[in-house]
């Protein structure tokens, strides 16, 4: 099997994906390797990217860059010496993420600062990158990984919300402004999708109550690379999603109120603040 460390000094297109240890970003590297691409993986979990670039590797060269996204500075002080090394990015996936089903009240004003970097500092560092040589080239395509909550906030969603949504707005302005410049940038906007982001003791109750509604990674895999072929700015997974755009436009109020209803957690929260050194208990969600 040819070994990960051979991704240097080939003419193969190359292809970055964050979060490659598992879910989405797992069947994406896996389906670019199919087709021929040098991959870059990063994750924090090194033994799986590692295993996974060994896996890659029999269809095309790929490494594993173990990366903590959640620390500031991370990506600046790795991307210099990667890119140097390995040559200018055809394909950029920032698709790691983390998330916390709590009130905004209650969520850690750091697991805010943490969802940030995660989901837009990190990217946008890695787009900053990787972005002088796709201008110089005059080709690439930028593919950031967003969600179906940036349609409209749900209950419990504040700082990934906010985080993606920014991540959602940083996009259109990069096609606004590179538009001519032959690269192209894309986000996708999954919805549940059944992967260990919802592993988390927090967004159990949400996985749990979306049962049916899950999509397998593979299949936002699937879109994500079909962006290369046919680019276009957002991609909405399932496309019926696309829906509550519409419904939006008609009336903001209807809107919120469908996301809400189906977002917040099956008992109400007190109406109002317990007292000082009161027990505050958590809500949780039936199956549904």
């Not at 402004?177 to 999708?193: K, L, Q, T, W």
Request: aromatic letters at 6%; one cysteine or more; glycine letters at 8%.
């Amino acid at each position: 099997m040819p070994q990960s460390s051979s991704i240097s000094g080939n003419d193969a297109p190359l292809a970055i994906v964050t979060g490659a240890s598992s879910g989405i970003g797992r069947e994406t590297a896996t389906l670019l390797a199919r087709r021929g691409y040098r991959t870059i993986l990063l994750a924090r979990r090194a033994q799986r990217i590692e295993a996974l670039a060994q896996e890659l590797s029999a269809f095309a060269p790929s490494e594993a860059l173990a990366l903590d996204l959640s620390q500031p500075g991370a990506v600046e002080s790795a991307a210099p010496a990667l890119l140097a090394r390995v040559g200018p990015v055809d394909v950029l996936v920032n698709n790691a993420g983390t998330g916390q089903y709590t009130p905004f009240a209650e969520t850690p004003v750091e697991t805010e600062r943490q969802l940030m970097q995660v989901h837009y500092f990190s990217a946008a560092a890695l787009i900053r990158a990787v972005l002088p040589e796709m201008r110089r080239r005059r080709r690439g395509h930028v593919i950031n990984v967003a969600s179906i909550a940036t349609k409209m906030g749900p209950w419990g969603h504040s700082g990934y919300a906010a985080a993606k949504a920014a991540l959602v707005s940083l996009t259109q302005t990069l096609a606004a402004e590179h538009g001519r410049d032959g690269i192209h940038f894309s986000y996708v906007n999954p919805g549940i999708v059944a992967t260990e982001f919802f592993n988390d003791p927090t967004l159990a109750p949400v996985a749990q109550r979306n049962t049916r509604r899950r999509v397998a990674p593979a299949t936002v895999a699937a879109g994500v690379v079909g962006l290369i072929d046919h680019p276009r700015l957002e991609l909405c997974i399932p496309r019926h999603y696309r829906i509550l755009d519409w419904i939006n436009a008609l009336s903001p109020a209807l809107a919120h109120w469908m996301v809400a209803a189906g977002s917040r957690p099956a008992a109400p929260l007190p109406a109002d603040p317990a007292p000082m050194g009161a027990e505050v208990r958590a809500t949780s969600q039936k199956p549904g």
